[in-house]
Nanobody, 115 residues
Framework: QVQLVESGGGLVQPGGSLRLSCAFSGTISSVNVMGWYRQVPGKERDLVARIIRGIYVNYADSVKGRFTISRDNFKNTMYLQMNSLKPEDTAVYYC?????????WGKGTLVTVSS
């Protein structure tokens, strides 16, 4: 059973930083694509960043230059380093992967950017 567990969310002031973690129940090095998404109430869940084969990365335009996605194969964990946070980054952040034709989501972690 694939499980994804996010952590690291919280309240941070504008301009601050947070690092989100996504613990993967399997061997993360075997996963081709993993991603971070975010969602605010009443809106769709949007892609924030994606890492492919642990090497290639892409980002939503709104976070380019501020967020960095990475993964640690030894810890079976994916990360999202978020710097220069803005109030519009406030959302529930979810990690995601697709394996064997199935899509898996974590339960999410809330990030609130506010003074």
């Amino acid at each position: 059973q694939v499980q994804l567990v996010e952590s690291g969310g919280g309240l941070v002031q504008p301009g601050g930083s947070l690092r989100l973690s996504c613990a993967f129940s399997g061997t993360i090095s075997s996963v081709n694509v993993m991603g971070w998404y975010r969602q605010v109430p009443g809106k769709e869940r949007d892609l924030v960043a994606r890492i492919i084969r642990g090497i290639y990365v892409n980002y939503a335009d709104s976070v380019k230059g501020r967020f960095t996605i990475s993964r640690d194969n030894f810890k079976n964990t994916m990360y999202l380093q978020m710097n220069s946070l803005k109030p519009e980054d406030t959302a529930v952040y979810y990690c995601n992967t697709e394996m064997g034709g199935n899509i898996y989501w974590g339960k999410g972690t809330l990030v609130t950017v506010s003074s």
